[in-house]
T-cell receptor, first 113, second 115 residues
Framework: GENVEQHPSTLSVQEGDSAVIKCTYS??????FPWYKQELGKRPQLIID?????GEKKDQRIAVTLNKTAKHFSLHITETQPEDSAVYFC????????????FGKGTKLSVKP | NAGVTQTPKFRVLKTGQSMTLLCAQD?????MYWYRQDPGMGLRLIHY???????AKGEVPDGYNVSRLKKQNFLLGLESAAPSQTSVYFC??????????????FGEGSRLTVL
């Protein structure tokens, strides 16, 4: 079946450093790649997404890159802050036009002051 | 505007009991979903609906049933609960963005424990 692999499972950085989370997907028809952030005890919330016709997208300190040939995409957070500490999930669409999402297993990011 | 609301937020069941989780959204979204979240497993899709009166299976549908009788509501049922169904359940809804589902809006989650 379809699969999304996410690495690393945990990531610890010092405040101000950059953090990179990487995902690979299996369905060559995937065309939508969102990233969700889930703070402890809270619901997941979309932070950024990218569609297959774009190679990179930025939103302030957050950027996502997509390599469709290699079937991988990455989340980059620059100038990390303690409030960036959370679990981050990547996802990829599958199933054609329905666009259902397969989620990665998550990366727990800890930003140390 | 409450967004996506799930009830109940917490529930403890005994093996074999049945229950229904209710999800309600006030954003007029077409698509609705039920996910379960287990430690280290991410979010896995149980069932979803692309419109009133329609439902479909996701990745892990066994042991669950759903209904979407009204556009704003999506019900998840467990007919005979098992300990393996202990999990946090999230409902989500989304709109159509250029003909495809857009951002998922999640509810606060429902923590279910099956003893």
């Amino acid at each position: 079946g379809e699969n999304v692999e996410q690495h690393p499972s945990t990531l610890s950085v010092q405040e101000g450093d950059s953090a990179v989370i990487k995902c690979t997907y299996s369905d060559s028809a995937s065309n939508y790649f969102p990233w969700y952030k889930q703070e402890l005890g809270k619901r997941p919330q979309l932070i950024i997404d990218i569609r297959s016709n774009v190679g990179e997208k930025k939103d302030q300190r957050i950027a996502v890159t997509l390599n469709k040939t290699a079937k991988h995409f990455s989340l980059h957070i620059t100038e990390t802050q303690p409030e960036d500490s959370a679990v981050y999930f990547c996802a990829a669409s599958y199933g054609g036009s329905q666009g259902n999402l397969i989620f990665g297993k998550g990366t727990k990011l800890s930003v140390k002051p | 505007n409450a967004g996506v609301t799930q009830t109940p937020k917490f529930r403890v069941l005994k093996t074999g009991q049945s229950m229904t989780l209710l999800c309600a959204q006030d954003m007029n979204h077409e698509y609705m979903y039920w996910y379960r979240q287990d430690p280290g497993m991410g979010l896995r899709l149980i069932h979803y609906s692309v419109g009133e009166g329609t439902t479909a299976k996701g990745e892990v549908p066994d042991g669950y049933n759903v209904s979407r009788l009204k556009k704003q509501n999506f019900l998840l049922g467990l007919e005979s609960a098992a300990p393996s169904q202990t999990s946090v359940y999230f409902c989500a809804s989304s709109y159509l963005n250029r003909g495809r589902p857009g951002e998922l809006f999640f509810g606060e989650g429902s923590r279910l424990t099956v003893l």
